[in-house]
């Protein structure tokens, strides 16, 4: 099972991984469950890697056996438990942070346990471990849904912020619920962003609404087949346009 070169790449979508009790919305992949995962990836032949990483491979035709690992919201658990498995594998990753909302907690959430996110000690040291930092706006905000004004604020200024954190660019954006549209894609690509990330496949996909594939907690190696090849049947004959940011 190999990923291929030219067309739309898998891109796998985590949110937490952490040991939890409740977890209403599905966004929490226990610390075992996660090593299993990337247990399978490796021995299915499949390397994980930054989005960063991913897309300059298939710029240069050397992605065959590539796969973007993607992690929303930046929560604090994922120092704890996952730089060291990816590490384990030689894997690398994306965390897509929330600017507006470090060191703060998942408000959006309203029904779910409260996470605490990252701040920006955590993502200079994430960084440090060779884990790309995108942007994933700065409040968490359903940009379709927002004004011209505060679209661009979402998506500008929370680059700004997380570029001075950082001190390295910031060259890929995650669209918060995965909801996106043509002026939300036309608002990125005019900010000089790279990619951008969205979750399900539509008529949009293409380098700045990226579909990903979502892993739960449940998913074992039956289930995480079906789910490559559902992505590899949803993206036949679709392929991701390379070419510089703008």
């Not at 359903?142 to 004004?147: F, K, Q």
């Amino acid at each position: 099972m190999t990923n291929s070169e030219s067309g739309m790449p898998l891109v796998l979508m985590y949110h937490s991984v952490d040991r939890y009790r409740t977890d209403p919305y599905q966004i929490t992949v226990r610390p075992d469950r996660f090593d299993q995962q990337m247990c399978w990836l490796w021995q299915h032949g499949l390397r994980g890697v930054s989005m960063r990483q991913l897309l300059a491979a298939h710029r240069q035709g050397v992605a065959a056996g590539l796969g973007g690992l993607t992690f929303d919201d930046g929560y604090a658990d994922f120092l704890e438990h996952v730089p060291r498995t990816l590490s384990w594998y030689g894997f690398t990753g994306t965390v897509f942070a929330i600017a507006g909302r470090l060191g703060g907690t998942n408000e959006w959430d309203a029904d779910g346990p409260r996470k605490k996110l990252m701040n920006a000690k955590e993502l200079q040291t994430i960084v440090t471990l060779g884990i790309e930092v995108g942007s994933h706006g700065m409040r968490h905000t359903r940009l379709p849904a927002a004004g011209n004004t505060e679209i661009l604020t979402e998506i500008t200024r929370s680059r700004t912020i997380l570029e001075s954190i950082i001190e390295a660019p910031v060259t890929g954006f995650c669209y918060p619920y995965g909801a996106v549209d043509g002026q939300t894609i036309t608002a990125v690509r005019n900010a000089g962003y790279d990619y951008a990330c969205a979750v399900a496949h539509s008529e949009l996909d293409g380098r700045f609404a990226i579909p990903r594939t979502y892993v739960g907690d449940r998913d074992r190696n039956l289930r995480l087949t079906a789910k490559v090849l559902r992505h590899e049947l949803a993206t036949r004959g679709a392929r991701l346009e390379l070419g510089g940011p703008g």
